[in-house]
C-alpha cells in the first residue's frame, strides 16, 4: 500500500454520490488542507447531480475549493438508482483511475444506509487498490452514524466555515427538516469531544485499512523525479485519451 507523509500530500480525489455529500462529509478537511496546503490539486467528482443541483454543486465545489484551478465534475447518474447503474459507474471509475493517482482518496463509508452511498464506496475500493482512502459518515434518518477510528480536529474557523457554505450553498435542500445548522454543528461537536479537540469541533472518517512504518521517512527526492518523468513519458498520452471520452 502506497505511504502517505503529509509533505507528499499532492492530489487529493474527492468522491460523492450526491451534490453536498462530498461537502457534508468532509468540508471541514477540505477547507483545511487547502489552507495548509495551496498547491495542493483536487479532483471532485460528484455522480448525481441534475438541474438546479447541478448549479449547486458547481457553486459549492468552488466555494469550499476557494476557486482554484482544480478538476470539478459533475455527473448525471440517476438518484437512488446506483446499484442498477453500477456497470455505468464501473466505467467512470475506471476511466477515473487511469486519468488520475491520486496520494488520498475521501469517499463514503461502506455501512452507510444509504445504497448510492454504498456504491461509490465498494468502486472506490475495487478501483484504487493500493491508495490511501477515508470514508466519511453523512448524518440521516436512519441513525447509521458509527464509530470512526479517525479524527480531524478542525479549528473553530473551518467549522463555521463549513456550516455557512453548506447552508448557503444548498437551497434545494433547505425544505429537509435535518437539513440545517444544528444538524451539522451537532455533528462537528460530537466529533470533537470524542476526539478532545482544542476546538470543539472536528469531523469523523473510517478507514479499514492502516499501515504504519517504525521507521523514518526515506530520502525519495531523487526517486520521486524519475517517477514523475516516467509518468509525464507513458501515462500522460493515456490520461489525454481518456479525458476526451468524458467523466
Known amino acids: 500500500m502506497n505511504p502517505l507523509y503529509p509533505a507528499d500530500l499532492r492530489h487529493i480525489l ?14 471541514g478537511l477540505m477547507l483545511s488542507l487547502l489552507e495548509a496546503n495551496p498547491g495542493v490539486q483536487v479532483t471532485w467528482v460528484v455522480f448525481s447531480a441534475a438541474g438546479e ?38 466505467a467512470q471509475f475506471q476511466r477515473l483511475s487511469a486519468a488520475c493517482e491520486p496520494d488520498l482518496i475521501l469517499t463514503h463509508r461502506g455501512d452507510d444506509e444509504h445504497q448510492d452511498h454504498r456504491v ?6 475495487q478501483t484504487f487498490r ?41 437551497q434545494t435542500q433547505q425544505q429537509k427538516p435535518w437539513y440545517g445548522e444544528n444538524t451539522f454543528r451537532a455533528v462537528l461537536a460530537l466529533r470533537g469531544l470524542e476526539c478532545r479537540s482544542a476546538s470543539g469541533f472536528a469531523e469523523g472518517f473510517y478507514t479499514p485499512k492502516t499501515v504504519f512504518s517504525p521507521r523514518p521517512r526515506p530520502d525519495r527526492s531523487g ?9 509525464r513519458q507513458v501515462r500522460m498520452p493515456e490520461r489525454s485519451a481518456d479525458r476526451k471520452g468524458g467523466l
Do not use: M
Not at 474527492?14 to 468540508?27: K, N, Q, R
Not at 526517486?223 to 509518468?231: A, D, T, Y
Open 130 to 170: 493500493n491508495h490511501w482512502a477515508l470514508e466519511y459518515e453523512i448524518p440521516k434518518y436512519e441513525g447509521d452514524l458509527g464509530r470512526p477510528n479517525v479524527y480531524v480536529p478542525l479549528s473553530a474557523e473551518a467549522a463555521t466555515r463549513k456550516v455557512e457554505l453548506l447552508c448557503s450553498s444548498f
Open 120 to 125: 461509490i464506496q465498494e468502486l472506490t475500493w
Open 14 to 27: 474527492c468522491l460523492g454520490a450526491h451534490s453536498d455529500d462530498i461537502e457534508i462529509g468532509c468540508g
Open 223 to 231: 526517486e520521486r523525479g524519475r517517477r514523475v518523468q516516467v509518468k
Open 53 to 90: 443541483r447541478r448549479a449547486e454543486a458547481l457553486e459549492s465545489a468552488r466555494k469550499f475549493l476557494s476557486g482554484g484551478a482544480h478538476d470539478v465534475r459533475v455527473l448525471s447518474f440517476t438518484d437512488t438508482r446506483f446499484p442498477e447503474e453500477r456497470s455505468g459507474l464501473k
